[in-house]
């Protein structure tokens, strides 16, 4: 009898489970659940950008295109992310429309990565980092952030772990799950090191218009790193539009040519109704993009307040949406306190351990849901620690 389990390639096998998916398959059997859980905006997409995606339908727009995308985007890209990162790139070939920023991710890794490369990346950090370098037949390489450090990384520590196969060095800021970001000097830092080291860089900055305190820099704009960085942007977070699956790389031209060959063969082209929605949210949706940030900050400051208050030491996320708590002192582990608040005060966050080993310590709490259930859900969160602490 054919055994189907065998089938599986060694290096798919080997790959756990999201932390995140398995934790929200149990709250999705729990009702009446306040999440902090799912990094999705609370707010539906502005409508102006809904509507471009409605009228792209009624024009008969649902054909292919481009495998780069349509160039009318690229040419918006082209100009948003010179006007707001300070980079120029070719809209013709430096510019690739994906689908979402973690198809991009997937595309830049397979088109540099030969067997046992070596990729450096920070952590705590997104759950598809360290997977999507194996699944490449790469080399994850992790590099600890520290909350003392306000979760940014250093360069010292990423020149620690390099040998002579580190090919890449991955960087997220605004980091999802810690709110970590890089002030310019740490990234000229770490800059330096990948020209001493001649590391290509790959930047995802889906966070970037998030960003609460401070500059936002793109270490691909500093000197000498456009040409050896595959910046990596979308429309998620700052426009709300996860449904529609947009993103994009930028970069020399013959990476994104090397992406664009994975691309055409395997996705072909993104969604021509989210390009066209995509060119709206770009050309018209600042100001939405502003409202919903300082929503945020409110979010951010009332939360992070609670926690610190009800002794869960938790730094302040200056980007992002997320606050990353520490459990310590409590006695539990992250997965056995958020096990123990949902079960016992229906709240949802997600145990830090589901973000790399670093993340151990603490647990996430997605502030992008309602300011009330925020409210409610730190009531219940202090009352589950008084009786933890309570034994």
């Not at 090191?193 to 218009?209: G, M, N, P, Q, W």
């Not at 305190?213 to 539009?241: C, N, Q, W």
């Not at 709490?365 to 859900?377: L, M, R, V, Y």
Request: contains cysteine.
């Amino acid at each position: 009898m054919f055994d189907p389990t065998a089938a599986i390639a060694r290096h798919v096998a080997g790959i756990p489970r999201s932390g995140i998916r398995d934790f929200f398959d149990i709250v999705q059997n729990t009702p009446g659940v306040i999440s902090l859980g799912v990094g999705e905006p609370d707010f539906a997409t502005p409508w102006n950008i809904r509507e471009a995606a409605i009228y792209a339908l009624e024009r008969g727009r649902t054909q292919y295109t481009s495998n780069l995308g349509l160039l009318r985007l690229r040419e918006s890209i082209s100009a948003y992310v010179s006007r707001n990162f300070g980079v120029h790139y070719d809209p013709k070939n430096q510019i690739l429309v994906t689908v979402g920023v973690s198809e991009a991710l997937d595309l830049a890794l397979r088109a540099v990565i030969n067997p046992g490369d070596e990729v450096v990346y920070h952590e705590p950090c997104y759950v598809s980092y360290s997977p999507s370098v194996v699944l490449t037949h790469g080399k994850p390489v992790p590099v600890a952030c520290l909350a003392e450090d306000g979760f940014a990384v250093r360069a010292s520590a990423i020149e620690a772990v390099l040998t002579p196969r580190s090919k890449v060095l991955m960087l997220n800021f605004p980091t999802n799950p810690t709110g970590g970001t890089m002030a310019r000097s740490q990234l000229e830092e770490i800059a330096a090191v990948a020209r001493k080291h001649d590391l290509l860089v790959i930047t995802d900055e889906i966070y970037s218009e998030l960003t609460f305190d401070g500059e936002h820099v793109s270490i691909a704009s500093l000197p000498g790193m456009a040409e050896r960085t595959l910046f990596l942007h979308g429309f998620s977070k700052a426009y709300s539009m996860t449904g529609f699956r947009i993103g994009y790389a930028c970069g020399p031209a013959p990476l994104i040519e090397a992406m664009m060959k994975v691309h055409q063969y395997s996705m072909l082209c993104a969604s021509i109704i989210a390009q066209e929605a995509a060119i709206e949210a770009l050309e018209h949706g600042e100001a939405a993009t502003a409202e919903m940030r300082e929503q945020y900050r409110l979010r951010r400051n009332f939360i992070v307040k609670a926690l610190n208050e009800m002794g869960l030491r938790c730094h302040l996320p200056r980007g992002s949406f997320y606050a990353f708590p520490s459990i310590d002192g409590l006695g539990l582990g992250a997965k056995e306190f958020a096990l123990g608040l949902l079960q016992q005060e229906k709240v949802a966050c997600v145990p830090g351990g589901a973000f790399g080993t670093s993340g151990e310590r603490f647990v996430r709490c997605c502030f992008a849901t309602a300011f009330s259930q925020i409210e409610e859900a730190m009531t219940r969160m202090d009352r589950y620690v008084r009786k933890v602490r309570a034994g």
